[in-house]
């Protein structure tokens, strides 16, 4: 189904129980809300809204960078959950999602009932890392702009981040950069810019805010997410981090069915 929401058509795909607990699914940079289907079987008790974040996927890909800022978009899910006049939703989010989950939390608290974050930050503390960001992506979205996106996506596949992908089989692989090449390269560059970890504000000093359930999950081969999230841990009330084994970056990719078993505990448990 679609939505307009302050002039964006957001594409959304529903599944499961409607009259279940919701569920928010907000996948990674570059990817779109097909990712989860897989989880349709470990999932299927619960009213689940997977959406394609702006930029992505179905939903639109507008000139307009201010339409792409993290805190905008959280509202435009705010407003995606009121059309659905759904009150309060547990909500995951992978990577890019998983940032743009954490924005809703602290924007929205009282709308969510449980948080799973993978492979998540809460972006960098620094006015001086962020501007540092800030030029990574520039430079990115200028070899989308120049290069075009089925070149971007040769370099995005094989960056340090998504080198354990390579072990998986090749038909999935293939699934993966059949969505990944599903998009514009308006929205990528877009995303990049108004979206990146660079551009979005620092939430490490709110997140002693977060008061639902909240669950960590990174992959033991990803240092860099395993740091950040012990660093999370300490900060979050009301929290648990669990780190699978022999998985990078993308854990729902990777070992979908050690992922799908681990969110539906954490979602079904009375406390999380």
């Not at 979005?200 to 997410?225: H, M, N, R, V």
């Not at 969110?263 to 999380?272: A, D, I, K, P, T």
Request: include cysteine.
């Amino acid at each position: 189904m679609n939505f307009v929401i302050n002039g964006i058509q957001y594409h959304v795909d529903t599944w499961g129980n409607s009259e279940g607990e919701p569920l928010l699914l907000l996948h990674g940079f570059t990817g779109n809300s097909t990712s989860w289907r897989k989880f349709e079987s470990y999932w299927q008790d619960f009213n689940v809204i997977a959406v394609d974040i702006i930029g992505h996927g179905k939903t639109d890909s507008p000139d307009d960078l201010s339409k792409y800022h993290i805190e905008a978009v959280a509202g435009d899910l705010n407003n995606i959950l009121d059309t659905l006049e759904i009150t309060q939703a547990s909500i995951l989010g992978y990577s890019m999602g998983g940032r743009l989950a954490l924005t809703f939390a602290i924007k929205y608290p009282e709308k969510v009932k449980k948080l799973v974050l993978e492979s998540s930050s809460p972006g960098l503390k620094t006015e001086s890392e962020r501007e540092a960001r800030r030029i990574q992506d520039e430079q990115l979205a200028c070899r989308i702009k120049d290069n075009g996106i089925e070149k971007f996506i040769d370099y995005w596949e094989n960056i340090p981040l998504f080198q354990s992908q390579k072990r998986l089989p090749e038909p999935i692989r293939q699934q993966i950069r059949t969505e990944r090449l599903d998009n514009l390269s308006v929205g990528l560059i877009n995303s990049l810019k108004g979206m990146g970890t660079g551009a979005q504000p620092s939430w490490w000093d709110k997140l002693y805010e977060i008061s639902a359930p909240t669950l960590l999950i990174t992959g033991s081969i990803d240092e860099k997410f395993c740091l950040i999230a012990k660093n999370m841990i300490k900060k979050l009330k009301n929290s648990k981090w669990i780190t699978i084994e022999d998985c990078g970056h993308a854990i729902h990719v990777e070992n979908p069915k050690i992922f799908g078993t681990i969110v539906n505990e954490f979602l079904s448990q009375e406390n999380g």
